[in-house]
């Protein structure tokens, strides 16, 4: 009959080390676009930087959660 062995999945902790990853490539690549744009579009009361950097770790942090959840539906 099947006596099929059930696909490997790639064990957990695996994934729990890439999202630390992912977040600092994420905040980094968000924070050299928020310096080019300072340095490139200087305004005297914009700070493209720092509004550029909470935008990439609010997306950071979004793609932790989902990553997480979706770890959890897989148990």
Do not use: C
Not at 21 to 41: K, R, T
Not at 50 to 60: D, F, P, S, T
């Amino acid at each position: 009959m099947d006596n099929k062995p059930p696909p490997k999945r790639a064990n957990k902790w695996l994934q729990f080390i890439n999202i630390p990853i992912q977040m600092g490539v994420i905040i980094f690549l968000f924070s050299y676009l928020g310096d080019w744009l300072d340095e490139n579009y200087p305004h005297p009361r914009v700070y493209y930087s720092k509004i550029v950097v909470m935008v990439g770790v609010v997306l950071a942090l979004y793609n932790v959660i989902r990553q997480v959840n979706e770890i959890n539906k897989t148990q």
